[in-house]
């Protein structure tokens, strides 16, 4: 007969424990130990997965070093987030919030892939198949190559997949599946860790590639043991507002391409559609002639994105002045503001500052520094900057404007977007030079920034 015990898990990182604890030794947050039920028993080897004779150590000059084989998800941008398509037998963990379009990128991933000659097998959890059949005729016409399963018995789901040997599988969504060995709830830390354990098992057994959706908590993280994350290879992130147009898609990690490297969407009646300039997209409603506003140049991997940084300030009220950020790092705001205030003599401790990265998306790259601080000269002095002119450069806290990465691709996509003049720093200023037809105004410090242009 199973012998039944009790342990308690960390809800956060997955931590286990034989009693309960106040704070994890694992993660250090407080109040977050769960008690769940776990059965013992000898678990046997999947039939066809794990069978095989154990292998022979070999030195690194024996081990063959080859390309990895990727498909194609039709989908440039999400192809560019994969790090150029689908690995054959990774597993891939997409996260969002609810209703910002995680199914409905995946149900378009399925099509393409089925049109393409793919054998896919899309199960879920969640919905009926009655669901996915209304869903999917509003995005367009699917071929016979697509396989839908509802089902969440992860026992019934490793036998159909053993059975079919599709090429990709997705998995809708991993917190509604249970495995039958672990008695906890469905959507436990138990649980969560078990299926995406068998899951894994499959994926690297029979070189099937997979594909899991997870459900994230309030802090947007996906919801379950930090373990979950450390199992897969790839973890993207749908960010932005579900009530927005826009998606942005974050590679948070991959073991087979870059994790600096975002794909921008935006949902439509018939589904996600790519943005192929994030640029021109984020600059669309820009105001003309009103201070406080100024176009700032952030990288995003091998991508330039240009985007509009917009401050207003104040006199206030009240006896400690309010500071908000909306898109960027607070702390990172109050800092410069600092070294306005102390560098180039600006008397901001008795006013209110709002600052707002246009858009709805959140940036904190250091190269947003210099358009942060002269959006809150500008609107300090309440006088416009040049609707063609864009800003990028590090502060530090002497007031030296310091430089960033990929001077040249920054400055070229500005050029690409009609603007005739870049403020940057000094050092960077030879880099930028190579690309002709743009003026470029190299700056040593935040003094020399504003007064070039205000």
């Known amino acids: 007969m199973a012998k039944t015990k009790t342990v308690f898990f960390c809800q956060n990182c997955g931590f286990e424990s034989s009693k309960w604890m106040g704070q994890c030794p694992g993660c250090h947050e407080w109040n977050t130990f769960a008690e769940e039920p776990v059965v013992s028993t000898k678990k046997s080897s999947p039939a066809g997965i794990m069978r095989r004779e154990a292998p022979v150590p070999q030195t690194l000059s024996q081990i063959q070093v080859g390309e990895n084989v990727r498909s194609t998800t039709g989908i440039k941008e999400l192809d560019r987030v994969l790090g150029g398509g689908i690995v054959q037998g990774s597993l891939v963990l997409v996260g969002g919030d609810p209703g910002i379009g995680k199914s409905t990128l995946l149900l378009q991933v399925c099509r393409n892939l089925a049109q393409n000659g793919k054998k896919v097998l899309y199960i879920s959890g969640e919905e009926s198949l009655q669901q996915i059949r209304m869903r999917a005729e509003r995005m367009g016409k699917f071929s016979d190559g697509l396989m839908i399963l509802c089902e969440t018995n992860l026992e019934d789901i490793r036998e159909t997949i053993v059975k079919l040997t599709p090429d990709i599988v997705i998995i809708d969504s991993i917190q509604t599946m249970y495995n039958e060995n672990v008695s906890s709830a469905p959507g436990s830390v138990s649980q969560v860790r078990e299926s995406t354990g068998v899951l894994m098992q499959v994926a690297k057994g029979l ?28 973890v993207l992130y749908f960010e932005g507002d ?27 009646e018939t589904g996600l559609t790519e943005v192929p300039n994030p640029s021109e997209y984020m600059l669309e409603g820009k105001p ?10 952030t990288m995003e991997g091998t991508r330039p994105v240009l985007l509009e940084v917009q401050a207003l ?5 009240l006896a400690f002045p309010r500071r908000t950020a909306a898109g960027t790092d607070l ?15 600006l008397g901001l401790s008795s006013c209110d500052a709002y600052v707002n990265i246009a858009g709805g998306i959140r940036m904190n790259e250091p190269a947003l520094d210099l358009g942060i601080i002269l959006a809150i000269a500008s609107s300090m002095k309440d006088r416009p900057i040049d609707e063609k002119t864009i800003a990028f ?6 007031g030296e404007v310091r430089s960033v990465s990929m001077a040249e691709q920054r400055v070229r996509e500005a050029k690409k977007l009609g603007f005739d003049t870049v403020i940057l720093p000094e050092v960077c200023k030879k880099q930028g030079s190579r690309v002709e037809g743009i003026k470029l105004i190299g700056v040593k410090n935040v003094r020399d920034a504003i007064r070039e242009i205000l």
């Open 331 to 345: 702390n990172r705001v109050n800092l410069l503001i600092a070294v306005l205030e102390k560098r180039a003599g």
């Open 242 to 268: 579900r009530y927005a147009s826009y998606r942005v898609l974050r590679g948070v990690k991959n073991r087979f391409g870059s994790t600096n490297e975002i794909g921008v969407f935006e949902m439509r």
């Open 393 to 398: 450069g590090e502060v530090g806290l002497s």
């Open 288 to 297: 003309e002639g009103a201070s406080g506003s100024v176009v700032a140049c």
């Open 313 to 317: 300030v104040c006199k206030s009220s």
């Open 207 to 234: 070189n099937i590639s997979i594909f899991i959706v997870g459900h994230v908590t309030k802090e947007g993280v996906v919801a379950g043991p930090r373990v979950l994350e450390h199992m897969v290879d790839t």
